[in-house]
């Protein structure tokens, strides 16, 4: 069973920074999209950044331009640079990983989540 670890979230000062770290206990199969969600209190959970095969990357209109997703795969870790965070980027922020592995048995990780608070 594959984990996956959050780690990054903090209290951060509007117009700041901050980066998220997404790591895999171990190497993972069949990989085909990566990304990062958020959960703000009394709100669903929401999409904010998604990398797929080739790297191609969407993003949710809220963060275009502030946030970007990436890979380290030689150390199965996913990323998410924040800059010029506001105080609504406040939430909980998870990753995801989807795929098949090799007897073609989809799967979706979730990581525990890590808490980002932008407040002055």
């Known amino acids: 069973q594959v984990q996956l670890v959050e780690s990054g979230g903090a209290l951060a000062q509007p117009g700041g920074s901050l980066r998220l770290s997404c790591a895999a206990s171990?190497?993972?199969?069949?990989?085909?999209?990566m990304g990062w969600y958020r959960q703000a209190p009394g709100k669903q959970r929401e999409l904010v950044a998604v990398?797929?095969?080739?790297?191609?990357?969407n993003y949710a209109h809220s963060v275009k331009g502030r946030f970007t997703i990436s890979t380290d795969n030689a150390k199965n870790t996913l990323y998410l640079q924040m800059n010029s965070l506001k105080p609504e980027d406040t939430a909980v922020y998870y990753c995801?990983?989807?795929?098949?592995?090799?007897?073609?048995?989809?799967?979706?990780?979730w990581g525990q989540g890590t808490q980002v608070t932008v407040s002055s």
């Open positions: 990398i797929t095969g080739g790297d191609t990357t």
């Open positions: 171990g190497s993972i199969f069949g990989i085909y999209a």
């Open positions: 995801r990983v989807l795929g098949e592995d090799k007897m073609h048995a989809r799967y979706d990780y």
